[in-house]
């Protein structure tokens, strides 16, 4: 299996998939995946606002990393915290091999609109995604990564 296959098989078990996390001591949240010589290991803090980072190891070498940093900025009178991270979900499952680092470039859904634009590939991107609601601005996010020695 590739690196990028493994990647979105990964994220797809995680966050977007409802797997299951670990508490530690630090006080963040973790997800672990592994298959054959591939590790995955997705590492948070918070809730909104939120940060942390994804990283795979092959062989137990790491060679992968992925920072993040979003928060919803929605009038809680417009709409909850939850629902907002529930279309934030369904996005990350979407996740394309072309570019599998967060969601796919466009969804919408319902009132719901996800943008994410992004530069580089996977040894080297950034990106910025957003979610807006009836047309207002609820969620940003940034990220950043790329392979490690």
Same mark, same amino acid.
């Given at each position: 299996m590739k690196l990028d296959e493994f990647i979105i098989k990964a994220k797809k078990q995680g966050y977007a998939g409802n797997g299951k996390w670990t508490n530690l001591e630090d006080g963040?949240?973790? /997800?672990?995946f592994k298959e054959g010589i591939w590790t995955y290991k997705d590492n948070y803090f918070g809730f909104n606002p939120f940060a942390g980072r994804e990283?795979?190891?092959?062989?137990n070498n790491p060679v992968?990393?992925?920072h993040y940093y979003?928060?919803?900025i929605a009038n809680p009178f417009t709409i909850s915290d939850k629902e907002v991270f529930a279309f934030l979900k369904i996005c990350l499952g979407l996740v394309k091999k072309e570019f599998p /680092?967060?969601?796919p470039k466009f969804l919408t859904q319902d009132d719901f609109r996800y943008r994410n634009s992004f530069?580089?590939?996977?040894a080297n991107f950034q990106g910025q995604e957003k979610i807006?609601?009836?047309d207002e601005a609820v969620y940003t996010s940034r990220y950043?990564?790329?392979?490690i020695a």
């Amino acid at each position: 299996m590739k690196l990028d296959e493994f990647i979105i098989k990964a994220k797809k078990q995680g966050y977007a998939g409802n797997g299951k996390w670990t508490n530690l001591e630090d006080g963040s949240k973790e /997800f672990t995946f592994k298959e054959g010589i591939w590790t995955y290991k997705d590492n948070y803090f918070g809730f909104n606002p939120f940060a942390g980072r994804e990283m795979v190891w092959e062989n137990n070498n790491p060679v992968w990393i992925m920072h993040y940093y979003g928060e919803v900025i929605a009038n809680p009178f417009t709409i909850s915290d939850k629902e907002v991270f529930a279309f934030l979900k369904i996005c990350l499952g979407l996740v394309k091999k072309e570019f599998p /680092f967060r969601g796919p470039k466009f969804l919408t859904q319902d009132d719901f609109r996800y943008r994410n634009s992004f530069e580089g590939d996977i040894a080297n991107f950034q990106g910025q995604e957003k979610i807006f609601f009836k047309d207002e601005a609820v969620y940003t996010s940034r990220y950043h990564g790329g392979f490690i020695a």
